[in-house]
């Protein structure tokens, strides 16, 4: 009989879970849990195993006592519970977590290559080391050592010796050939292959042509042959910060003591959270421990009483738009930061679509100053027609504009304001049982006064970017941002790359 696998993948599982839940709570099937007769076993630690006859069916329904209809209110889908803890390293949502090799990613080009170059990803390519062969430059030779192998390429082909390498450094020759040792790993895995490109001299690309299977971590990259020198790569396995090869397996949400459940976007290259996550808004928010948390659901207090246990949760289908990207772009990963940038930039390309940069005022001119004033107020119209004041305990239709605070949003999910005025200034936040997307902010200015002649008129400005002066080195957690000046209420979250402030992310513009 010839051997067999089989696989039942994460996707299967799920689809047969969401069928019995369908037929419960759809009531197109009957299932029932039930009661039956006392049974001694040999062993309390040990119960028998249950049995695929017929006999034992009937066995098992003749023993029965009392039984029950599972409702629809009996069933929850739930998911394993991560309750967010300060000073915890959380994973990414991340779908690329597997045991397989993502990349490889070229670190130098080297020089002097006539020829494309063997790329040897852990041992797969090499062969195994024979006395008086002809060998070639680049063959990846192997001997056996200790129930495990010597790895070595070969420098400078010619014909090996009449004894077996030993050296586990640099370059000995073995006969006529030079065998250089090399550190190999295979990181527990098998099958990855990769192939190089050359311009010019240089290995300009690595492609990877199988990613193979099993990898624990990061095998070992070796570039040799095709006549040049020192070219380098290295092999991207992503394992999340937890261990996890999988996503379902991964701990990339929380829930709080709110039971608000929230998906990490970003864990700020692996840092610790020390920030817990907080609010409703559909966008994601950024924390100032450099963590970015986008909002999933509140557990209802009815699943809460009969699903929630320390440790599972019960999880809520969001059926309402607003809980989704729609598409956007919420954050980019940055798997090889290079060295050396003082300037950059990244082009995306797709089947979306730019997102409308915002206009800002840069400047009023002056066409009189008038007579008589001595307090005047400057009002400059908002940026959009048709925009009404914001209202408490008022309806709200869909793609109405309102203006509170000078802050302009649009109605994404329609309904009644709330008891309080709206106060984010990015994404979507719900106000009552309506949404409000933040959509700008009204300029505003003051004037100069001479004599009762208003001459000149200053544009008060917000906070829309910062440019980085100085790194500085040595961080280990982001350091808090604050703003000086005679405006309020700015706000930006730092982020940390290997100890350095590479760049702040604003989190309100603030005003005046």
Known sequence: MADTSSLLKTILHNSIAEGLSNE????????????????????????????????YELGTRNEIITMKEIKPTDVAFVVPRYSWVTNTVYDMYDDQYSYEVQGINLISGGTAYGSAPYVYV?????????????????????????????????????????????????????????????AVTDAGGTGASASATVLDGKVI???????????????????????????????????????????EDAIFYVVTDEYNVYKCLDNNNHAASTYKPIGTTVDPVTFPDGYMWKFLYNIPIALRTKFLTDEYMPVVTALRNQFYSNGNLQTLRVDNAGSGYTTGSISVQGDGYLQADPLYLTGVTLGSGGSGYSSPVINIDPPFTNVSTWLANTTLFLGQKVIYNNNIYEVDIAGTSGSYGPVHKTGIASNGTSALKYIGTSATATATVSGGVINAITLLGMVRELT??????????????????????????????????????MTDAGQN
């Open 24 to 55: 419960i709570t759809n009531r197109t099937a009957r299932y029932y849990y039930f009661l039956g007769k006392t049974l001694s076993w040999e062993d309390d630690t040990t119960p028998p195993f249950p049995v695929d006859s017929f006999a």
């Open 122 to 182: 852990g041992s797969g390519g090499s062969v195994l080391w024979s006395a008086s062969t002809v060998v070639l430059a680049g063959t990846f030779l192997k001997t056996p050592s200790n129930g495990s192998y010597r790895y070595y390429i070969v420098e400078s082909g010619g014909t090996t010796g009449t004894t077996a390498p030993v050296h586990v450094d640099g370059n000995v020759a073995n006969g006529t050939a030079m065998l250089n040792a090399v």
């Open 205 to 247: 690309d690595i492609t990877l042509t199988s990613r193979g299977t099993g990898y624990m971590f990061a095998p070992s990259v070796w570039i040799a042959g095709g006549g040049g020198q020192s070219a380098y790569a290295e092999a991207v396995v992503n394992v999340a910060p937890s261990g996890a090869h999988k996503l």
């Open 468 to 505: 980085i002066t100085n790194n500085g080195s040595g961080y280990t957690s982001a350091p808090t941002v604050n703003f000086t000046g005679d405006g309020t209420g700015a706000a930006g979250v730092a982020v940390l790359a290997n100890g350095h402030v590479i760049k702040v992310i």
